[in-house]
């Protein structure tokens, strides 16, 4: 019963001390978290290339892009890096690499930048190139690469840059998913494009405006070009947090392409050629341009929204990888306890053993014949019975006729 109750003492006081820990270490590791800084964007050399003094950083997205500061704030703008690269033959390379937040600003900013006559290069998650100049994402960075010599080896060399820049934790890795919804077959390629904000889509020409759209609800935007057989089609999905917030913009969509074209400044819709839109799911679907009735419908009907269920997500939360850290350091420690306690047991009795085979009856064993005290509960109750058979030593009554 003592070691028992010992272990249940042991156990409480761990667990106290973990949660003690668990709510103290959020408050002291925060300033530690708020004074690390991020990893450097570029290495000093890859692929035969060698850096040109120190890299010039900046947290303004104006030294990004002047002309689409704004833009770039929307895909969530973090800081930026550029430096200058030689190598022994004398070629030059300008490296421009803009971190964002999480992997889809970097993703919607890729697709911002890119231009319909690139060509696809096989550089990490994308890449486009346009004669010396590449573009390419990995992770929550994009990089602008402007070479001064062409070369058959300069893909490969910007692989293995890509290996060696940061990559994000968590759900900051993850694009967005809806994007998965577009249809693949008769694509214009490099005209998605992924909108964040309201700078982002006007630059697109959108069949609906951003006031319609309501980038206040959370809401994304992907575009894309079809081929149809009468001509090229817009596709603009529309993701909302809930169902029940995409079927109220749906209405107002409705209702003001239903008005026609209204005056400037107010909420509007592309009234020329066909449009149609409809809701599946959390999305709004719209499809338009100078094409026929059928084939609007027919490149509408191929977004169909169908719910993902993962029992896994991986998380960045602090509190919630502290809490997993004190219950699995319970349970190790249970562990650690039950192990003792079944280790101090096969000792005790093994030595118990022991000492009976070497030292017999000194130990733990009793003297066969030992005086213990008896009370002689039998006798006693014997002895009241025929007391009471006597009623106080007269003899009984008899009966006379």
């Not at 190139?129 to 992770?139: D, E, K, P, T, V």
């Not at 062409?150 to 990559?167: C, F, H, K, T, V």
């Not at 079927?247 to 909420?267: F, K, N, T, W, Y």
């Not at 509408?300 to 896994?312: D, F, I, K, Q």
Request: charged fraction near 20%; charge should be neutral; proline fraction near 6%.
């Amino acid at each position: 019963m003592s070691i028992s109750r010992s272990v249940g003492v042991v156990i409480s006081l761990a667990c106290l001390l973990g949660m003690a820990v668990a709510a103290s270490k959020p408050a002291v590791q925060a300033p530690a978290r708020a004074a690390e800084q991020a990893p450097a964007l570029l290495p000093q050399e890859f692929g035969g290339w060698q850096m040109q003094g120190t890299p010039q950083v900046s947290k303004d997205p104006t030294q990004a892009d002047p002309t689409n500061a704004a833009v770039l704030k929307e895909y969530r703008f973090s800081d930026l890096a550029t430096a200058t690269y030689t190598r022994d033959d004398g070629r030059t390379l300008k490296l421009r690499a803009a971190r964002f937040a999480d992997a889809s600003g970097a993703f919607g900013a890729y697709t911002f930048y890119l231009q319909p006559e690139m060509t696809k290069e096989k550089i990490d998650d994308q890449g486009s190139s346009l004669g010396l100049r590449m573009l390419f994402y990995r992770g929550n960075v994009l990089v602008d690469a402007q070479f001064s010599k062409e070369s058959a080896m300069s893909g490969a060399q910007l692989r293995e840059l890509a290996g060696l820049l940061p990559r994000p934790s968590g759900n900051s890795a993850n694009l967005p998913t809806f994007i998965e919804f577009m249809p693949h077959h008769d694509y214009i390629a490099n005209t998605r494009k992924y909108v964040m904000g309201p700078a982002a889509l006007a630059a697109q020409a959108p069949p609906v405006s951003a006031d319609l759209v309501d980038f206040g609800a959370s809401s994304e935007v992907s575009l894309a070009r079809y081929n149809t057989s009468s001509g090229e089609a817009t596709l603009m999905l529309i993701s909302y947090p809930t169902p029940q917030m995409a079927a109220e913009h749906l209405r107002r969509i409705d209702a003001a392409h239903q008005m026609g074209q209204p005056q400037s400044g107010v909420s509007s819709v592309e009234s020329s050629g066909s449009f149609f839109d409809k809701r599946t799911g959390p999305i709004v679907a719209i499809a338009t341009g100078p094409v026929s009735d059928s084939d609007a419908k027919s490149l509408l009907g191929r977004v169909n929204w169908e719910a993902s269920v993962t029992w896994h997500q991986p998380t960045n939360d602090p509190q919630v990888r502290d809490l997993y850290m004190l219950i699995l350091n319970i349970v190790v420690l249970c562990g650690i306890l039950a192990g003792l306690a079944v280790v101090a047991g096969v000792a005790f009795g093994g030595i118990r053993i022991l000492m009976k085979r070497w030292y017999p009856d000194k130990i733990f064993d009793r003297p066969e014949q030992m005086e213990f005290i008896s009370l002689h509960l039998t006798e006693t109750v014997v002895k009241g019975a025929s007391q009471s058979g006597t009623d106080g030593g007269r003899p009984a009554p008899q009966n006379r006729s």
